[in-house]
């Protein structure tokens, strides 16, 4: 049951126009697919979603760029979140996300989930296990896709489930198009004990080629990730209207992002796998056909 609109007070000197503002500045910012997002989202929800986005790439920043003690500084940013679930806005992100939490009824955990995620990455740079990483991407993937659907309307644990899978999939083929990337910056994402298992060593994750047992490590993941981004794909057909494009843009990006894995044959250490604009723009011509002619393939 959503809330009757109510207004949050607004930090001094910040309108809630204002800061919806700021919000869609940041979302457009950060966001590649922010404009394509904002067209296939209701227009009285644009605002709400931009609020919704413009809070993680703030906790996310907290967590990969901030100076000093982040942990402390992701305390802090917790405060200011429990300060807008009460109705206090401090500064324009939360001034706007106050706003969209009374008009939607939206609770405190999905939130808290993205700052706890942040405070993961502060404690950790390798995962032991894949129960491990899956533990990581409810936290920092699965909240956006359940906030997503509360916004529309929708809050039973059938959604919320397809949801995760579909948040964890896409999370997961990021990791694996990121291999290289993510080690620059200190981090490894695949499972530690299923590195060993497949002969897989840090030194070999460092090399400008992956040999063939990484190939083989990887093939692993890319499968295992398309069995969750089939596991997700029902829930486009227990939506409606634009948020139904919106869902299936979104697995058949991160499906497309494992075919871009395929081909470059599972070496994601000699260039990141990427998907053209090209094809972005053939994938989502033909999803919209596809959703119109009833072509699309979800069950």
């Given at each position: 049951m959503v809330n009757a609109p109510t207004r949050a007070a607004p930090s001094v000197g910040t309108s809630l126009e204002d800061a919806f503002a700021e919000c869609r500045r940041a979302a457009r910012t950060h966001y590649e697919n922010f404009t394509v997002l904002s067209w296939l989202t209701p227009r009285r929800l644009r605002p709400h979603r931009a609020a919704i986005y413009a809070y993680c790439r703030a906790a996310d920043d907290l967590g990969d760029e901030a100076e000093g003690d982040r942990l402390v500084l992701l305390d802090r940013f917790e405060e200011d979140l429990a300060a807008a679930i009460?109705?206090?806005?401090?500064?324009?992100?939360?001034?706007?996300?106050?706003?969209?939490?009374?008009?939607?009824?939206?609770?405190?955990?999905?939130?808290?989930?993205?700052?706890?995620?942040?405070?993961?990455?502060q404690r950790t740079t390798r995962h032991a296990t894949f129960a491990d990483l899956l533990h990581y991407c409810e936290h920092s993937a699965n909240p956006v896709g359940r906030l997503v659907l509360m916004l529309h309307g929708h809050r039973d644990d059938e959604r919320f489930a397809l949801s995760d899978a579909t948040c964890t999939a896409l999370q997961l083929a990021n990791f694996w198009q990121d291999v290289a990337r993510d080690l620059a910056k200190g981090r490894i994402y695949l499972p530690a004990d299923e590195m060993e298992r497949f002969g897989v060593s840090e030194a070999d994750?460092?090399?400008?080629?992956?040999?063939?047992?990484?190939q083989d490590l990887v093939r692993f993941?890319?499968?295992r990730t398309r069995e969750l981004f089939e596991r997700g794909l029902p829930l486009i057909d227990r939506v409606r209207g634009r948020l139904k494009v919106e869902l299936a843009l979104f697995s058949r990006g991160g499906l497309a992002v494992l075919d871009a894995i395929c081909a470059q044959d599972y070496d994601t250490l000699r260039g990141r796998p990427t998907v053209s604009r090209r094809e972005k723009r053939r994938l989502i011509a033909s999803t919209i056909i596809d959703l119109a002619l009833g072509r699309g393939r979800w069950t």
């Open positions: 009460g109705g206090e806005g401090r500064g324009p992100i939360f001034t706007a996300l106050a706003e969209t939490i009374a008009r939607f009824d939206l609770p405190r955990e999905p939130f808290a989930r993205l700052i706890e995620a942040n405070r993961i990455d994750l460092g090399a400008s080629r992956a040999g063939e047992r990484v993941q890319v499968e």
